[in-house]
């Protein structure tokens, strides 16, 4: 039995993160989801809280059910990260990441690393619908509807709004 980790900070989840998911479900008979930088919320490159990620993610992934969530916090150390994420998480088989720093990270600490495909990355990003939403511009249809729910939900809109103020 393989299980996958697959680590993002999902700012918001969107199309891409869905499909990489729904790959790796493909290839491995479980899937570990980790929300990176999990302590980070209310600023503009992590404008929701790990527990809003959570609720796009699980509301998002109604076909997928080999999967469980973790909380990972930052630590700002390389040399102690994976081992950090090994101490939060169930143990992994491999990892799926395109980051060339985690695939660095994760290889020297002797895990096996796959990269995956792209999935039209220059239009699902978390960076360039956070920018549609600051600017008025439709978002929606970058993102499942389960993201966009709990984007409704918790009022995200304006709160991307007001955090683009001041950057």
């Not at 899937?31 to 930088?37: A, E, L, Q, R």
């Not at 990355?121 to 249809?141: F, Q």
Request: proline share 4%; hydrophobic share 40%; charged share 30%.
């Amino acid at each position: 039995m393989v299980t996958a980790l697959i680590i993002g900070r999902f700012q918001p989840f969107h199309f891409g993160h869905l499909k990489l998911i729904e790959w790796a479900a493909d290839h491995v008979d479980s899937i570990i989801i980790g929300i990176g930088s999990s302590q980070e919320s209310h600023t503009w490159e992590n404008p929701f809280t790990a527990r809003e990620r959570r609720r796009m993610i699980e509301k998002s992934l109604r076909t997928i059910r080999n999967y469980k969530i973790y909380e990972i916090p930052d630590v700002d150390n390389d040399q102690i990260w994976v081992a950090h994420v090994k101490r939060i998480v169930p143990k992994f088989d491999v990892v799926y990441t395109n980051g060339e720093l985690e695939k660095r990270l994760f290889r020297e600490a002797g895990f096996e690393v796959r990269s995956t495909p792209f999935f039209k990355r220059n239009l699902y990003s978390g960076t360039e619908i956070r920018r549609r939403i600051a600017s008025g511009e439709r978002w929606e249809s970058l993102v499942p509807q389960g993201t966009v729910d709990v984007i409704k939900d918790v009022n995200g809109e304006r709160r991307i709004r007001e955090l683009a103020r001041f950057i």
